[in-house]
């Protein structure tokens, strides 16, 4: 029954941790911390990632990296916690640190989920690494869904990356395999794709996408209309400008 009971103000303790961090008060959290250690209770790996993730959220990796290091002293980091790091790192981006944790992670057994691999394709396109990206994307999905199944920030970081690079035409067909493997374009991933397009001066893609985001009952809003009226206009389609 004691048992239980610590279990309880455990419970409730983490989860003021995990509150206050997402408040982006983080002062308290460690405030809250201090009073559990106090009273005899010892904090796990559940406290700290919401004081980890906190610091990686304000872009300060070395506290973050700190208590990591600090933690992993008496603590066995999980999942959460090399998952938030990772991604911290490529935020700031520090690739080889992102990198290391991954390859860290593998070391002590723990296997990616799909978080972990998306901040991964993620941060790599986002750091100028899109065939390292793509590499890695093919191997997880490679690998069955009960694996990994990409989702839309996954598919909309790939499509990005390529349009940058000017790719114009992998990125649609992995637009075309998003929708093959039951992802619906939201908002975001059509607008990535008619800037690729109008990048690559690919009038045909744009008036095919704007066609296809109304027959997918998903009228532009005020923000894509400016996109395609800015656009038409810029690549000489006046009327078609004027339309909109």
Known sequence: MEKEGLIAVSVIYNSLIDGYC????????LEVCSQMIQIGMEPDIITFNPLIDAYCKMGNMEAAMDLYSLVSKSLVPDIVTYTTLIDGHFKVGNVKEAHRL???MLEAGLTP????VSCLIDGLCKNGRTSGAIQLFLEKTKAGPSIY??????????????????QIFRATKFFS??????????ALTYVVMLNGHFKAKHMIGVM???ADMIKMGMMP???ICAILARGYRESGYLKSAQVL
Not at 22 to 29: D, L, R, S, V
Not at 113 to 116: D, G, K, R
Not at 177 to 186: F, S, V
């Open 208 to 210: 095919m996408l704007h």
């Open 221 to 223: 809003s005020a923000g």
């Open 22 to 29: 997402k408040e982006h008060n983080i002062g308290k959290a």
């Open 149 to 166: 199944s990409p989702n839309h920030i996954t598919y909309t970081a790939l499509i990005h990356a390529l349009c940058e690079e000017g």
């Open 102 to 104: 991954h390859q860290e």
């Open 113 to 116: 989920n799909a978080f972990t």
């Open 177 to 186: 395999d998003m929708r093959c493997y039951g992802l619906r374009p939201d």
